[in-house]
């Protein structure tokens, strides 16, 4: 290329048309490449800013989701505090002759041998042992032994558990426990033979025993077997409470 710019260079002018068209046509090309090259350097670095850019919009971003992911936990700790907060208030509207104390339950022990719970108050809030412990839908059970922080409640469906039980239409009194085949229903016993028992009527508890208040709803009589000696006779009662369920519970003071 230089030894063509010297040539032109010396040539006359007036024969420098016709070279200048053959350097043009020489030139132009790579003239043009050039161009062309440094063009598509420009776009790669544009292209490469708004990669950049791109991952720091992105960054931006995933804080931003990071952030409103913690936000809706928040709520559904507060939605959730909320709701038992409400439970609480629906029960002690509901059971206002009984000073209570408010509890969660924290663990649950439902097996084909024992039916009990584990609350998260104990020795602490004022919680000891034969306490009743109620729901909005009835009766729960008893505490049988406490920590500092923590009771365990047997539930009135489990096999080792005795209920003194009234029914509610007749007043007639029945003892009622609980069975290893079932952790819903309740066996009803001791029925008087003067007694009429009717599918669907409420039984609470009577009182008697000295272990849970009076007035408490138990569950409702679903089945009734009789046998060729009436005094062997027994109901089944479904439990008021769905033990698989319960969250929030009250239990009874002592004497209050």
Known sequence: MLIILV???????????????????????????????????????S??????????????????NKQLEESLRELEVIKAENSSL?????????????STIPANVINRDISNLSRMLVINIGSKDGITENMTVISQEGLVGHTISVTEHTAKVQTIVDSAS????????????????????????LKATFIPAEATLVQGDSVETSGMGGLYEKGIHIGTITEIVNTKNITNRYAIIKAAVNFDKIETVLVIKKGE
């Open 86 to 98: 409400k439970e609480y208030m629906k029960m002690t509207e509901k059971y206002t002759e009984f």
């Open 162 to 185: 005795t209920v003194s039980g009234a029914i509610s239409t007749s007043r007639d009194g029945i003892l009622l426990k609980g069975t290893l085949e079932d952790k819903k229903n």
């Open 7 to 45: 040539t032109v260079s010396n040539l006359n002018m007036e024969n420098i048309s016709g070279v200048e068209n053959a350097f043009s046509m020489l030139v132009m090309p790579i003239q043009n490449g050039l161009t062309y090259l440094k063009n598509r350097m420009a776009g790669n670095d």
């Open 47 to 64: 292209f490469f800013t708004n990669i950049n850019n791109l991952q720091a919009e992105n960054k931006e971003l995933k804080e931003k």
